[in-house]
């Protein structure tokens, strides 16, 4: 069965801390993308990233960065939380040629106090 | 820049009810659409999706057609279910990097 698999399902921190969300995908993508799901704002693309090392901003990149070293990984990170990026974060994967589906993993709730 | 209008929720329904979301986009070219569902506590998953216009998608006893005419494609089911429950996001996609969602519909369906 293909997987996309994110770390933790629920997190609380701290305001200002450093956070981490990490997603592994074991269906050898190339491409995979950070969203976060706020209620009647649906999905918002924060970042993806079509190759190793390689990224690019989505719509709202403010206050995160995204690491891909490895194809099947690629993390999100929050450089110093705020109470604003308290979301469901959803990582996604995709492979090359005509547009297709989109695989998900089960989303990650961070809470920022 | 594309974009997706679908039908604001919540939809409340009786078992057995047709159910029909609309949805509409705005896109340069023709863009491949999708319907994608995330049930209660879950990631969203591909129900249906369409490549070209008059293709129809089907899974589920869900579908939905490719209008070009008028740049939409309804989710339609004859008959729901109380395990139809979810939001449901229309979305439209330029590319694999590009792809545009609504805002999602939540329904919910009652015995």
């Known amino acids: 069965d293909v997987k996309v698999t994110q770390s933790s399902r629920y997190l609380v921190k701290r305001t200002g801390e450093k956070v981490f969300l990490e997603c592994v995908q074991d269906?050898?993508?190339?491409?995979m993308f950070w969203y976060r799901q706020d209620p009647g704002l649906g999905l918002r693309l924060i970042y993806f990233s079509y190759d190793v090392k390689m990224k690019e901003k989505g719509d709202i990149p403010e206050g995160y960065s995204v690491s891909r070293e490895k194809k099947e990984r690629f993390s999100l990170i929050l450089e110093s939380a705020s109470t604003n990026q308290t979301s469901m974060y959803l990582c996604a994967s995709n492979g090359r040629g005509p547009t297709g589906e989109l695989f998900f993993g089960e989303g990650s709730r961070l809470t920022v106090l | 820049g594309d974009s997706v209008t679908q039908m604001e929720g919540p939809v409340t329904l009786s078992e057995e009810a047709f159910l029909t979301i609309n949805c509409t986009y705005t896109a340069t070219g023709y863009p491949s659409l999708f319907w994608y569902v995330q049930y209660p506590g879950e990631g969203l998953q591909l129900l249906l999706k369409?490549?070209?216009?008059?293709d129809k998608g089907s899974n589920k006893g869900f579908e939905a057609t490719y209008r070009k005419e008028t740049t939409s494609f309804h989710l339609e089911k004859g008959s729901v279910q109380v395990s139809d429950s979810a939001v449901y996001f229309c979305v439209a996609g330029g590319s694999n990097y590009k792809l545009t969602f609504g805002k999602g519909t939540l329904l919910t369906v009652n015995p």
């Open positions: 269906m050898d993508h190339e491409n």
């Open positions: 369409a490549t070209k216009a008059d």
